[in-house]
Antibody
Framework: EVQLVESGGGLVQPGGSLRLSCAAS????????MNWVRQAPGKGLEWVSY????????YYADSVKGRFTISRDNAKNSLYLQMNSLRAEDTAVYYC?????????????????WGRGTLVTVSS | SYVLTQPPSVSVAPGQTARITCGGN??????VHWYQQKPGQAPVLVVY???DRPSGIPERFSGSNSGNTATLTISRVEAGDEADYYC????????????FGTGTKVTVL
């Protein structure tokens, strides 16, 4: 079955760290770019980070740049998000999402496969 | 950074047509994608590249994009279409290219 399964969420104090994992199965993980997307309670979706299939190209949202690090291990079919200096506003469900690329008038990307998410709560 | 604006809510009677807009500066020059999210569930892609549907998505879901507005249209609305809907673009000119719209809650009356 083609799926993504996130883990590693939990309760952490402000200023603390957490590492999220996303296990991929049912498809050739090493051929796909990947993303993290989060959703604060009762709020909309917020794109967090992107990593290319080889790991050579990485992007971050301004809200997490310098604090979060995306990485992947293609041998383990896994995506990671290292989160440091956590703040209350980082409280959210974190989803990993598979990236699909296409070209029409320009290059575009969308997210065709999502995990069920893992909840991160930053609170004292 | 690029901003996508959606109406907070849209209400529609069963069997009627719901139209959800997504506004952005010259959005017609970009490819727009749409996601449906039901409570407690992960988002699901319903339209990509303005108007294409993934396999398994009903033909009732369609999209268009021109000028400063992209639109997701749901025809013959059913109770099961009640959900939050988000538009999304990839702004390749930016260092933080992933952009989601503000989201629209569709209520079936």
């Amino acid at each position: 079955e083609v799926q993504l399964v996130e883990s590693g969420g939990g309760l952490v104090q402000p200023g603390g760290s957490l590492r999220l994992s996303c296990a991929a199965s049912g498809f050739t993980f090493s051929s796909y770019e990947m993303n993290w997307v989060r959703q604060a309670p009762g709020k909309g979706l917020e794109w967090v980070s992107y990593i290319s299939s080889s790991g050579s190209t990485i992007y971050y949202a301004d809200s997490v740049k310098g604090r979060f690090t995306i990485s992947r291990d293609n041998a383990k079919n896994s995506l990671y998000l290292q989160m440091n200096s956590l703040r209350a506003e980082d409280t959210a469900v974190y989803y990993c999402a598979r990236d699909k690329t296409g070209y029409s008038s320009g290059w575009y990307r969308y997210f065709d496969l999502w995990g069920r998410g893992t909840l991160v709560t930053v609170s004292s | 950074s690029y901003v996508l604006t959606q109406p907070p809510s849209v209400s529609v009677a069963p069997g009627q047509t719901a139209r959800i807009t997504c506004g952005g500066n010259n959005i017609g020059s970009k490819s727009v994608h749409w996601y449906q999210q039901k409570p407690g569930q992960a988002p699901v892609l319903v339209v990509y590249d303005d108007s294409d549907r993934p396999s398994g998505i009903p033909e009732r879901f369609s999209g268009s994009n021109s000028g400063n507005t992209a639109t997701l249209t749901i025809s013959r609305v059913e109770a099961g279409d009640e959900a939050d809907y988000y538009c999304q673009v990839w702004d390749s000119s930016s260092d933080h290219p992933g952009v989601f719209g503000t989201g629209t809650k569709v209520t079936v009356l």
